[in-house]
């Protein structure tokens, strides 16, 4: 049985909340954090987080401070600190006993993309990045909400330079009619990830950015993210 383990961590003095959904068997098990977008909450991962653990996949989705029901006020969270809450996101999620540390994967959107991009390193075997924003270092103590004019300034993004590292697979989602994400953006990531071993790219049909509020889309996409793990983990 699939069992959904509450779980919290602490940034500097302020705690992030989240859940575990541990497959059933003897563990460890291969591992997947999803990252939410700046408007977002982890609660909106759950679904596509215990579908991964119905297929034996562990599955984690939490909250930045200021979102959902982490401490901290969304308006005083900037994009610096949702760096340092998805670092710290992911190391305890290495650190958990149920997870096999060498088949990682990592799926992040919007924000949580640009998030996923930029920290990913070689312990991650597998990434997803749907529609990933892209900002300039000069951005990052900026508001989550004020940042990201994706003005010709988003190629100084640190999270390109990062990418370009990335030796594990790759799969970019995006979305038909986005209306947020400039197609450079994507085009940028696609260029500097010439090292990945596998890259993929995947269009969703009818819909925009915000894909939360399209069922169909949604849908299509949990199926996508959980066939990409099962194959890549």
């Known amino acids: 049985m699939i069992r959904e383990k509450k ?21 460890p098990f291969p591992g997947v954090v999803f990252f939410h977008g700046s408007g977002g ?7 596509a987080a215990e579908k991964l653990s119905q297929k034996g996949i562990l599955g984690f989705a939490f909250n930045y401070r200021g979102a959902g029901v982490s401490d901290g006020e969304f308006e005083e969270q900037t994009l610096e600190m949702g760096i340092t809450d998805a670092k710290a996101a992911l190391e305890f999620f290495r650190s ?3 997870v096999d540390r060498k088949r990682l994967g990592i ?21 997803i990045l749907v529609g990933p924003t892209a900002y300039s270092p ?4 900026n508001q989550r909400n004020q940042a ?10 640190e999270s390109f330079k990062n990418i370009s590292r990335y030796k594990g697979k790759l799969l970019m989602v995006t979305s038909e009619f986005d209306e947020v994400i400039p197609t450079p953006v ?20 009818g819909a925009k950015h915000r894909i939360s509020i399209n069922p169909s889309a949604r849908k299509v996409l949990i199926q996508k993210i959980t066939d990409w793990f099962l194959e890549t983990l």
């Open 148 to 157: 990201g004019d994706l003005t010709d300034a988003f190629v100084a993004s």
């Open 107 to 127: 799926s992040g959107t919007s924000f949580g993309g640009f998030l996923a991009a930029l920290i990913v390193d070689s312990n991650v075997k597998s990434l």
């Open 186 to 205: 994507i085009q940028e990531y696609l260029k500097k990830a010439e090292l990945a071993s596998k890259i993929e790219e995947y269009v969703l049909k």
């Open 41 to 47: 909450i982890g609660e909106m991962y759950f679904e």
């Open 7 to 27: 779980v919290e961590f602490k940034v500097k003095k302020e705690t992030l909340r989240g859940s575990l959904f541990v497959p059933e068997g003897k563990g």
């Open 96 to 98: 958990q006993p149920e």
């Open 138 to 141: 000069k951005e990052l103590n």
